[in-house]
């Protein structure tokens, strides 16, 4: 008969399972990548935005003497249907330069986003507990 010492066990299978449980404090969120591209756009010229990013879909007055470059760009969203099967869904973004009567760019608005991952600091608290008392059960229901 195969038999796993009690220290060996006891080890593992806390190792296991704070594994699996802080694994489930990883969470998504997505952020606005508008003040990455104010960052990245504001006081470019007209001329250097056409050059990186192609002609613009439409341009419109930005009521101010300048205009609008407006940028639309279709996108796919992945995700699962009642059969558990992928259902794709596509949806459209929008970036719009302002620039300005001297061709500078000055805003950049967008409903771009981009996904982060972090560390749900809450559920990562409640799970280093959740695994002290477990790990707590382990030692005491395998004691020697």
Known sequence: MLTIKSKTFKSI???????????????????????DYNAKYNGKSHAEIIELLGPPDRTTS??????????????????YSDSNSVNLTEFKTQTCFFVDENKICYNVTTDDVKEETYYDKTKTIASLVFCGVLGLFIIISTAD
Request: hydrophobic share 30%; glycine share 12%; with cysteine.
């Open 13 to 35: 299978c806390l190792l296991l399972s704070c594994s699996i449980i802080l694994t489930s404090c990883y969470s998504t969120k997505y952020v606005s990548l508008q003040d």
């Open 62 to 79: 930005d009521g101010k003497g300048g205009e609008i470059l407006i940028y639309e760009v279709k996108k796919q969203k992945g995700g």
